[in-house]
Antibody, heavy 117, light 107 residues
């Protein structure tokens, strides 16, 4: 059974970089597209982008200038970096896997990141 | 970006009711649409992909239909565990975009 687990700081200061890692267990990180999705408190879902271990990436244009997603196959994990954060980046961040026609079939439990001084 | 509009935004229903939620895309997306269920404090759960394919392990009371711009998810007989928020998402083109969600509440 594939499991995803997010980790990283729960509090980030404005203008700094949000960094999260998603560790994949129960399966290989290869051959899949790995996404980050976020959800502000009480709000809806927003796709941030994805990365493939081959290096292929695709980002939401609304965040593209600030975001980097990368896969580390040796550690079976992938990461999110979002720089120059503001309070509007406060959200629960989920990692998720794409499989075939399924945009996100496996999800992490989500981690709340608050941007505040 | 393609806009996904769900209706209604919320609804009240009782156990045993037939419930239908609609998702409309701002342009044609073939059948590149999935439906998710989310409960408070939890990650979304995949119910339907490719507009009408039932994800493994999902009860058969859930069904999806549609193509192009108009899609629906139907719960044939609402169960207590189905009270949740439902989201559609298109992966026809980038950026992948979600509907705003439909909250199904207990009448």
């Amino acid at each position: 059974q594939v499991q995803l687990q997010e980790s990283g700081p729960g509090l980030v200061r404005p203008s700094e970089t949000l960094s999260l890692t998603c560790t994949v267990s129960g399966g290989s990180i290869g051959s899949y597209y790995w996404s980050w999705v976020r959800q502000p408190p009480g709000g809806g879902l927003e796709w941030i982008g994805y990365s493939h271990y081959s290096g292929t990436t695709n980002y939401n244009p609304s965040l593209k200038s600030r975001v980097t997603i990368s896969v580390d196959k040796s550690k079976n994990e992938f990461s999110l970096k979002l720089n120059s954060v503001t309070a509007t980046d406060t959200a629960v961040y989920f990692c998720a896997r794409r499989y075939g026609d399924r945009p996100f079939d496996y999800w992490g439990q989500g981690t709340l990141v608050i941007v505040s001084s | 970006a393609i806009q996904m509009t769900q209706s209604p935004s919320s609804l009240s229903a009782s156990v045993g009711d037939r419930v239908t939620i609609t998702c409309r895309a701002s342009q044609g997306i073939r059948n590149d649409l999935a439906w998710y269920q989310q409960k408070p404090g939890k990650a979304p759960k995949l119910l339907i992909f490719a507009a009408s394919s039932l994800q493994s392990g999902v009860p058969s009371r859930f069904s999806g239909s549609g193509s192009g711009t108009d899609f629906t998810i139907t719960i044939s007989s609402l169960q207590p565990e189905d009270f949740a928020t439902y989201y559609c998402v298109q992966d026809y083109n980038y950026p992948w975009t979600f509907g705003q969600g439909t909250k199904v509440e207990n009448k």
